[in-house]
Protein backbone atom coordinates (compact mmCIF):
# COMPACT_ATOMS: atom_id res chain seq x y z
CA UNK A 1 0.00 0.00 0.00
CA UNK A 2 2.65 2.28 1.19
CA UNK A 3 6.09 1.70 -1.00
CA UNK A 4 9.19 4.35 -0.08
CA UNK A 5 12.11 3.88 -2.51
CA UNK A 6 15.92 5.31 -1.85
CA UNK A 7 14.15 8.14 -0.71
CA UNK A 8 16.22 11.40 0.88
CA UNK A 9 15.63 14.64 1.89
CA UNK A 10 17.68 18.05 2.95
CA UNK A 11 17.28 20.71 5.77
CA UNK A 12 19.39 23.36 3.60
CA UNK A 13 22.46 21.76 2.86
CA UNK A 14 22.39 18.96 5.26
CA UNK A 15 21.04 15.80 4.15
CA UNK A 16 19.10 14.12 6.53
CA UNK A 17 16.91 11.39 4.71
CA UNK A 18 19.36 9.14 2.42
CA UNK A 19 18.51 5.87 0.63
CA UNK A 20 15.79 5.49 3.02
CA UNK A 21 13.56 2.40 1.87
CA UNK A 22 10.09 0.57 3.39
CA UNK A 23 6.97 -1.20 2.75
CA UNK A 24 3.81 -1.06 4.70
CA UNK A 25 1.06 -3.66 3.32
CA UNK A 26 -2.68 -3.03 3.61
CA UNK A 27 -3.79 -4.38 7.58
CA UNK A 28 0.02 -4.54 8.51
CA UNK A 29 1.45 -2.22 11.33
CA UNK A 30 5.38 -1.34 10.50
CA UNK A 31 6.93 -0.14 13.72
CA UNK A 32 9.93 2.51 13.04
CA UNK A 33 12.47 2.80 15.95
CA UNK A 34 15.68 5.11 16.15
CA UNK A 35 17.31 7.36 18.90
CA UNK A 36 16.39 10.82 19.10
CA UNK A 37 17.59 12.49 16.05
CA UNK A 38 17.78 9.19 13.74
CA UNK A 39 15.19 10.83 11.13
CA UNK A 40 12.42 9.33 11.51
CA UNK A 41 9.67 12.34 11.93
CA UNK A 42 12.09 13.34 8.69
CA UNK A 43 11.41 10.48 7.46
CA UNK A 44 7.41 10.72 7.98
CA UNK A 45 7.32 14.04 6.90
CA UNK A 46 9.33 13.68 4.12
CA UNK A 47 6.78 10.89 3.03
CA UNK A 48 3.88 13.23 3.37
CA UNK A 49 5.40 16.19 1.26
CA UNK A 50 6.10 18.54 4.13
CA UNK A 51 9.29 18.25 3.49
CA UNK A 52 10.62 18.39 0.12
CA UNK A 53 11.91 14.79 -1.23
CA UNK A 54 15.74 15.08 -3.04
CA UNK A 55 15.67 11.70 -4.57
CA UNK A 56 13.37 8.46 -4.74
CA UNK A 57 10.09 7.74 -4.67
CA UNK A 58 7.19 7.43 -2.84
CA UNK A 59 4.30 5.61 -3.66
CA UNK A 60 0.00 5.27 -2.18
CA UNK A 61 -1.51 2.34 -3.64
CA UNK A 62 0.49 3.08 -6.93
CA UNK A 63 0.48 6.32 -7.42
CA UNK A 64 3.79 8.34 -6.91
CA UNK A 65 3.30 11.44 -4.44
CA UNK A 66 7.00 12.70 -4.64
CA UNK A 67 5.68 15.31 -7.15
CA UNK A 68 2.59 16.35 -6.15
CA UNK A 69 1.80 19.14 -3.94
CA UNK A 70 1.89 18.54 0.03
CA UNK A 71 -2.00 19.60 0.17
CA UNK A 72 -3.16 17.38 -2.74
CA UNK A 73 -1.57 14.31 -0.42
CA UNK A 74 -4.32 13.86 2.85
CA UNK A 75 -7.14 13.27 0.22
CA UNK A 76 -5.68 10.35 -1.07
CA UNK A 77 -5.61 8.13 1.90
CA UNK A 78 -2.38 9.12 3.82
CA UNK A 79 -3.44 10.45 7.20
CA UNK A 80 -0.76 12.02 9.68
CA UNK A 81 -0.75 11.96 13.56
CA UNK A 82 2.20 14.32 13.79
CA UNK A 83 4.77 13.99 17.31
CA UNK A 84 3.45 16.52 20.17
CA UNK A 85 0.20 16.23 18.84
CA UNK A 86 -0.86 19.60 17.22
CA UNK A 87 -4.36 20.19 18.19
CA UNK A 88 -6.03 23.23 17.91
CA UNK A 89 -6.05 23.99 21.91
CA UNK A 90 -8.10 26.67 21.67
CA UNK A 91 -11.39 25.05 19.51
CA UNK A 92 -13.24 22.24 20.84
CA UNK A 93 -13.05 18.72 20.36
CA UNK A 94 -16.06 18.98 18.18
CA UNK A 95 -14.69 22.01 16.16
CA UNK A 96 -11.02 19.61 15.87
CA UNK A 97 -13.01 16.66 14.58
CA UNK A 98 -14.82 19.31 11.95
CA UNK A 99 -11.44 20.33 10.54
CA UNK A 100 -10.74 17.01 9.92
CA UNK A 101 -13.74 16.08 8.23
CA UNK A 102 -13.31 19.20 5.95
CA UNK A 103 -10.24 18.04 4.31
CA UNK A 104 -12.06 15.17 2.95
CA UNK A 105 -14.68 16.87 0.29
CA UNK A 106 -17.50 15.04 0.35
CA UNK A 107 -21.30 15.23 1.06
CA UNK A 108 -22.81 15.53 4.90
CA UNK A 109 -23.96 12.27 5.18
CA UNK A 110 -20.55 10.27 4.33
CA UNK A 111 -19.07 12.69 6.56
CA UNK A 112 -21.81 12.28 9.45
CA UNK A 113 -21.11 8.60 8.94
CA UNK A 114 -17.42 8.91 9.23
CA UNK A 115 -17.64 10.80 12.59
CA UNK A 116 -19.83 8.37 13.75
CA UNK A 117 -17.52 5.35 13.23
CA UNK A 118 -14.71 7.50 14.62
CA UNK A 119 -16.77 8.97 18.00
CA UNK A 120 -17.46 4.67 18.16
CA UNK A 121 -13.53 3.90 18.23
CA UNK A 122 -13.08 7.02 21.13
CA UNK A 123 -16.70 7.11 22.81
CA UNK A 124 -15.10 9.19 25.64
CA UNK A 125 -14.54 11.94 23.10
CA UNK A 126 -18.27 11.61 22.55
CA UNK A 127 -18.44 12.99 26.52
CA UNK A 128 -15.90 16.13 25.24
CA UNK A 129 -17.10 17.55 21.88
CA UNK A 130 -17.56 20.81 23.62
CA UNK A 131 -14.77 20.93 25.77
CA UNK A 132 -11.66 22.74 24.71
CA UNK A 133 -9.41 20.46 23.17
CA UNK A 134 -6.36 22.40 25.23
CA UNK A 135 -8.37 21.12 28.13
CA UNK A 136 -7.94 17.33 28.01
CA UNK A 137 -6.33 15.32 29.64
CA UNK A 138 -2.95 13.96 27.59
CA UNK A 139 -4.49 10.77 26.63
CA UNK A 140 -7.73 11.91 25.26
CA UNK A 141 -5.68 14.55 23.33
CA UNK A 142 -3.76 11.74 21.38
CA UNK A 143 -7.23 10.26 20.84
CA UNK A 144 -8.26 13.62 19.14
CA UNK A 145 -5.51 13.71 16.92
CA UNK A 146 -5.92 10.41 16.18
CA UNK A 147 -9.67 10.64 15.81
CA UNK A 148 -8.99 13.26 13.51
CA UNK A 149 -6.48 11.90 11.32
CA UNK A 150 -8.90 9.07 10.58
CA UNK A 151 -11.27 11.80 9.09
CA UNK A 152 -9.64 11.02 6.06
CA UNK A 153 -10.50 7.12 6.24
CA UNK A 154 -6.58 7.09 5.34
CA UNK A 155 -5.58 3.72 3.92
CA UNK A 156 -2.29 4.88 5.29
CA UNK A 157 -1.87 6.55 8.67
CA UNK A 158 1.33 7.76 9.63
CA UNK A 159 1.79 7.85 13.52
CA UNK A 160 4.82 9.89 15.42
CA UNK A 161 5.17 8.52 18.73
CA UNK A 162 1.29 8.57 19.95
CA UNK A 163 2.45 7.32 23.29
CA UNK A 164 4.85 9.99 24.17
CA UNK A 165 4.12 11.01 27.47
CA UNK A 166 1.21 8.66 28.39
CA UNK A 167 0.49 6.53 31.52
CA UNK A 168 0.24 2.66 30.54
CA UNK A 169 -3.54 2.85 30.50
CA UNK A 170 -3.02 5.40 28.06
CA UNK A 171 -0.82 3.47 25.64
CA UNK A 172 -2.83 0.55 25.97
CA UNK A 173 -5.67 2.48 24.64
CA UNK A 174 -3.69 3.82 21.67
CA UNK A 175 -2.10 0.24 20.80
CA UNK A 176 -5.72 -1.07 20.95
CA UNK A 177 -6.92 1.43 18.31
CA UNK A 178 -3.65 0.54 16.15
CA UNK A 179 -5.20 -2.93 15.99
CA UNK A 180 -8.39 -2.21 15.43
CA UNK A 181 -6.97 0.03 12.08
CA UNK A 182 -4.82 -3.04 11.31
CA UNK A 183 -8.73 -5.53 11.65
CA UNK A 184 -10.00 -2.58 9.54
CA UNK A 185 -7.30 -3.00 6.44
CA UNK A 186 -5.54 0.25 7.15
CA UNK A 187 -1.72 0.03 6.81
CA UNK A 188 0.25 1.85 9.69
CA UNK A 189 3.57 2.91 10.35
CA UNK A 190 4.01 3.48 13.61
CA UNK A 191 7.36 5.43 14.96
CA UNK A 192 7.59 5.18 18.74
CA UNK A 193 10.41 5.24 21.45
CA UNK A 194 8.98 2.88 23.49
CA UNK A 195 10.13 -0.22 22.08
CA UNK A 196 7.97 -2.68 23.91
CA UNK A 197 4.84 -0.44 22.89
CA UNK A 198 6.04 -1.14 19.12
CA UNK A 199 7.09 -4.72 19.68
CA UNK A 200 3.30 -5.31 21.29
CA UNK A 201 1.94 -4.04 18.20
CA UNK A 202 4.20 -4.02 15.23
CA UNK A 203 4.49 -7.01 12.10
CA UNK A 204 7.59 -6.11 11.61
CA UNK A 205 9.99 -3.51 12.90
CA UNK A 206 12.61 -1.21 11.10
CA UNK A 207 15.48 0.67 12.90
CA UNK A 208 16.66 4.04 11.29
CA UNK A 209 19.95 5.54 12.10
CA UNK A 210 21.46 8.47 10.48
CA UNK A 211 18.53 9.17 8.08
CA UNK A 212 18.26 4.90 6.53
CA UNK A 213 16.72 1.72 7.88
CA UNK A 214 19.32 -0.28 8.91
CA UNK A 215 17.86 -3.12 10.01
CA UNK A 216 14.44 -4.44 9.99
CA UNK A 217 13.22 -7.39 12.53
CA UNK A 218 10.24 -9.30 13.80
CA UNK A 219 9.06 -8.89 17.20
CA UNK A 220 9.54 -12.76 17.73
CA UNK A 221 12.96 -12.42 16.39
CA UNK A 222 13.56 -9.25 18.20
CA UNK A 223 12.76 -11.16 21.32
CA UNK A 224 14.99 -14.15 20.65
CA UNK A 225 18.17 -11.77 19.83
CA UNK A 226 17.52 -8.04 21.19
CA UNK A 227 20.97 -7.29 19.80
CA UNK A 228 19.63 -4.62 17.27
CA UNK A 229 17.70 -2.81 20.27
CA UNK A 230 20.76 -1.92 21.93
CA UNK A 231 22.72 -0.95 19.00
CA UNK A 232 19.96 1.27 17.13
CA UNK A 233 17.87 2.70 20.50
CA UNK A 234 20.02 1.57 23.37
CA UNK A 235 17.46 -0.01 24.93
CA UNK A 236 19.07 -0.67 28.53
CA UNK A 237 20.29 2.71 28.55
CA UNK A 238 16.96 4.32 30.17
CA UNK A 239 15.47 4.67 26.60
CA UNK A 240 13.53 1.61 26.84
CA UNK A 241 10.20 2.26 27.66
N1 LIG B 1 13.37 21.90 10.50
C1 LIG B 1 14.62 21.44 10.63
N2 LIG B 1 15.68 22.17 10.17
C2 LIG B 1 16.95 21.70 10.28
N3 LIG B 1 17.26 20.50 10.81
C3 LIG B 1 16.26 19.75 11.28
C4 LIG B 1 14.89 20.16 11.21
N4 LIG B 1 14.12 19.18 11.75
C5 LIG B 1 14.96 18.21 12.14
N5 LIG B 1 16.25 18.53 11.86
C6 LIG B 1 17.43 17.70 12.11
O1 LIG B 1 17.27 16.49 11.36
C7 LIG B 1 17.73 15.36 12.12
C8 LIG B 1 16.60 14.34 12.26
O2 LIG B 1 15.57 14.91 13.05
P1 LIG B 1 14.18 14.16 13.29
O3 LIG B 1 13.28 15.13 13.97
O4 LIG B 1 13.74 13.57 12.01
O5 LIG B 1 14.62 12.99 14.28
P2 LIG B 1 13.74 11.95 15.09
O6 LIG B 1 14.32 10.60 14.79
O7 LIG B 1 12.31 12.16 14.84
O8 LIG B 1 14.10 12.32 16.61
P3 LIG B 1 13.19 12.27 17.96
O9 LIG B 1 13.24 10.85 18.42
O10 LIG B 1 13.93 13.17 18.91
O11 LIG B 1 11.82 12.77 17.64
C9 LIG B 1 18.23 15.92 13.44
O12 LIG B 1 19.61 16.09 13.36
C10 LIG B 1 17.53 17.26 13.55
O13 LIG B 1 18.29 18.17 14.29
MG1 LIG C 1 10.73 12.73 16.02
Sequence with gaps: MLAVRALSSHYGRVQVLRDFSLEVASGEVLGLLGRNGAGKTTALKTVLGLVRASGGSVRLDGAELT???????????????????????????????????????????AARETRARILGLFPILSERLTQRAGSLSGGEQQMLATARALCLEPKVLLMDEPTEGLQPSM???????????????????????KVEAALAVADRVAFVENGTIRETGTPEALHADPAPLYRYVGVGQGRAG
Design 67 to 109: ALPAHRIPSLGLAYVPQGRRLFGELSVEENLRLGLMVKDRDGE
Design 171 to 193: VAKILETVRVLKARGVAVLLVEQ
